[in-house]
């Protein structure tokens, strides 16, 4: 079988792919596809079908860069695609900086680049310095795989105008990803050393899109600078550490990625000495083989580090993600009978938040130069807790990019288990820096016979109980979703479990002065809020819900525990409805 009328341009595409791709590996699995859907087998459609989706159209860069599944072809991430992408970065940055032969060394561009320890990671990152390097662009690459946030730290501690991130994060083992980050001269207000944001990602996009061909971009053999120890040694004696550590036995997991080294050696510099990584993930592993998903988040991901913690009669667990940008904290829960658990993202923000706030206010700067921020999907308990100690607050869309824009920031996070704690050295979440931070509280908390949930209970006394929660919903494609989230908006619902809604917010056309995004977000008049909006990346709905239970401010421990399990109640109801069928 040839291939019908209808195959023939796919066809065509692929063989002018397979001509302009560098690969041999990628090369041999289109020319196997290619053959398949050729061939008249019972296999012939499915690999037609699978040609289809691979080039269906490019790979779409923006502001989280490139992410996607390894394989060939332009909607994958594979080399061929990382070339083009490295030569559009190299074409925007040299058009920024307007490099000339007449004075090549002060305007020639400056960028670092960083990768993890997935499958094909080191690969991509070495092809980006080549293309770079060819393009006239003096870069400083990693000596091996490391974590993101030395990436971002080095982007603001060598003053380079971008930094490149190869990883996926906490995705699965069959995905990479590549992240763009800006600084230098490129971006010199607070967003410098962050990740893109518009209009750079749609600038960049325009130059790769006019990038030729894989093989017609120009590779240097060598001339790039490596980056080793000794950064990664500023990285960690920047981190704040505060004066509480003490003795502390600590159970950490990497999730089979590249933070456990850096993770032990952050703790030990901070005075943590007894800390125990999980033998079975605690070694790079780019098919994570103990977990689902290598997200601290998942359910189950950290029952190994619990069951670990149980043995050893540790006080704590710490679990970075794989590129060790998030960080989640495990704790025996007085309210569960002293049973393990993680806390939420909200909840681990909100005891970041507590300590960075008392810290900014000790300090008596003027007033409104100190800003606590999270994402509009986060707990608005922050805002609370900065107004309590005189600081300032802003809500921002979702992800770091934007809440590491913040002026004057002092402390940033999304309930994403994604915390900011250093903005002056990492424009971005940082798992490594949170994770001595955590640690230093719950040290000092213990040397006051207090613990995290103590912590909580007063916030919950002084700014009432706030529970939060997601829930999402899958459909059958991305026009399902899109819809879905439409109906809400033209039919919102008349209460939230039980109290009027008093506020219909449509994100898409901007609220609180901050750009449109799609979602809609809900008040009720008890407080409760839903914010519905669809997955950037996939065809998911999510809803990330927030209910308040009023507290005295003498409340007792038992008043609220029964706080938190109706609050709980009220949580469960409420993803049970809140999102349309």
């Known amino acids: 079988m040839a291939g019908t009328t209808d195959e023939l341009p796919l066809f065509a595409a692929v063989e002018d792919w397979i001509e302009q791709d560098v690969d041999p590996q990628d090369v041999a699995e289109l020319v196997q596809l290619l053959t398949d859907a050729r061939g008249g087998t019972l296999d012939a459609q499915a690999a037609i079908d699978e040609l289809a989706d691979r080039f269906a159209g490019p790979l779409e860069f923006g502001t989280a860069g490139l992410r996607g599944a390894m394989a060939a072809g332009p909607a994958r991430m594979n080399r061929a695609v990382v070339i083009r992408a490295a030569a559009g970065l190299a074409a925007y940055l040299n058009d920024a900086l307007q490099a000339s032969e007449e004075h090549p060394a002060a305007t020639r561009p400056f960028v670092v680049v960083g990768f993890d320890a997935r499958h094909r990671s080191s690969a991509f990152a070495h092809d980006t310095a080549a293309v770079l390097t060819a393009a006239g662009i003096r870069v400083a690459l990693y000596d091996g795989p490391r974590p993101t946030p030395t990436l971002a730290f080095a982007v603001r501690a060598l003053d380079a105008d971008a930094g490149v991130m190869v990883t996926a994060s906490h995705n699965p083992a069959a995905d990479n990803g590549y992240k763009v980050y800006l600084g230098g001269r490129i971006v010199t207000d607070a967003g410098q050393g962050a990740q893109i944001v518009p209009p750079y990602d749609t600038a960049i996009a325009a130059r790769i899109a006019q990038a030729p061909p894989a093989r017609a971009v120009p590779r240097a053999l060598d001339g790039w600078d490596y980056l080793g120890d000794e950064v990664v040694a500023r990285y960690e004696h920047a981190i704040p550490r505060g004066t509480a550590a003490g003795a502390l036995r600590i159970v950490a997991t990497p999730m089979h990625g590249v933070g456990g080294p850096l993770l032990i050696d952050a703790l030990r510099i901070a005075g943590f000495d007894d800390v125990t990584l999980v033998p079975e993930q605690a070694a790079p592993d780019p098919d994570f083989p103990t977990v689902a998903f290598p997200n601290p988040e998942e359910p189950g991901a950290l029952d190994l580090a619990f069951e670990l913690a149980a043995h050893t009669r540790a006080d704590l667990v710490i679990a970075v993600d794989p590129d060790a940008d998030r960080c989640a904290v495990g704790i025996r829960d007085p309210y569960r009978g002293g049973s393990w658990r993680a806390l939420h993202g909200d909840e681990l923000g909100a005891l970041l938040g507590e300590d960075a706030a008392e810290h900014a206010a000790r300090l008596r700067i003027a007033p409104g130069t100190q800003f606590l921020a999270n994402s509009i999907v986060s707990s608005r308990l922050l805002g609370r807790i900065a107004e309590h100690h005189g600081l300032e607050y802003r809500a921002t869309l979702t992800g770091f990019k934007w809440i590491s824009r913040v002026d004057d920031l002092v402390f940033g996070y999304e309930e994403a288990i994604g915390y900011c704690v250093d903005p002056g050295h990492v424009r971005d979440k940082d798992g490594i820096s949170a ?3 955590a640690a230093t509280i719950v040290s000092r908390l213990r040397r006051e016979g207090r613990g995290v949930m103590d912590t909580l209970d007063d916030l919950a006394r002084r700014h009432g109980l706030h529970l939060t929660s997601q829930v999402n919903r899958r ?28 506020l219909v917010d449509d994100l898409g056309a901007g609220v609180d002065g901050l750009p449109p995004t799609p979602g809609v977000r809900l008040l009720a008049a008890d407080g409760t809020r839903v914010v519905i909006r669809p997955s950037g990346t996939e065809p998911k709905v999510k809803a990330y819900l927030e209910v308040i239970e009023p507290l005295d401010r003498g409340a007792t421990s038992e008043e609220i525990a029964e706080a938190r399990r109706r609050a709980a109640e009220r949580l469960r109801d409420l993803g049970a409805v809140v999102l349309p069928a």
């Open 475 to 502: 459909y059958a494609d991305v026009a399902s979703l899109v819809a879905a989230t439409s109906r809400v908006l033209a039919a919102p619902p008349a209460e939230l479990g039980g109290s009027p809604v008093v």
């Open 435 to 437: 994770a001595v931070r």
